[in-house]
Structures are given as structure tokens and as C-alpha cells.
């Protein structure tokens, strides 16, 4: 059973930064990255599977990038120009693993 463990979340301001890290302890085939804001039902916002082919959901899309370093067995989500409405838990999915969830808080 793969493990996966999060980091570099945070709380940053309107407009600003942030990259979610995910690392496995096994070979990943398929991931994504996914959030849950408080009250809402979680959401899968950007995929990547073996060949780095990526996908995204209209709101990040041109704000997010998802990549992964398969020699470091790494899933990254780069979140620029973040909004108020971004703010949410984040969870790493790989193939049928999840991570622990990390929280993103955009605020002034």
C-alpha cells in the first residue's frame, strides 16, 4: 500500500503563491490533487497520469499547474494569483491512495 505524505500549505494573501508537495512511497501511476472547502463536497481539480498529460477544472485552470517528478516520486501543485475562494483542505490522490490533506487559507 502506497503512502502518501503532503506538505506546503499555509495561509498566504490574495494574489500570492503557494506549491503543494506530495510524495510516495511507491511508483504512482495516475494522480490528482482534489479540496474540500468547509461545507462542500470535495472536488478533483487537476489530474496527471504516467505520460504527464494533465487536466484541470475551468476555476484553476491558467492559475494551477499540476507535475510530478517520478524519480523523486513527487506530485506538485503550483497555485499562483490565489483567490479567498481557493480556500480549502487539499488532498493528494494517487491511483487509489489518499493523502492526509493539507490546508490552503487565502486571506488578507
Known amino acids: 500500500q502506497v503512502q502518501l505524505v503532503e506538505s506546503g500549505g499555509g495561509l498566504v494573501q490574495p494574489g500570492g503563491s503557494l506549491r503543494l508537495s506530495c510524495v510516495a512511497s511507491?511508483?504512482?501511476?495516475?494522480a490528482g490533487w482534489y479540496r474540500q472547502a468547509p461545507g462542500e463536497e470535495r472536488e478533483l481539480i487537476a489530474t496527471?497520469?504516467?505520460?504527464?498529460?494533465?487536466a484541470y477544472i475551468d476555476s484553476v485552470k491558467d492559475r494551477f499547474a499540476i507535475s510530478r517528478d517520478d524519480a523523486k516520486r513527487t506530485i506538485f501543485l503550483q497555485m499562483n494569483n490565489l483567490k479567498p475562494e481557493d480556500t480549502a483542505l487539499y488532498y493528494c490522490?494517487?491511483?487509489?491512495?489518499w493523502g492526509q490533506g493539507i490546508q490552503v487559507t487565502v486571506s488578507s
Open positions: 490522490k494517487a491511483d487509489t491512495t
Open positions: 511507491g511508483s504512482v501511476n495516475f
Open positions: 496527471i497520469n504516467s505520460v504527464h498529460r494533465t
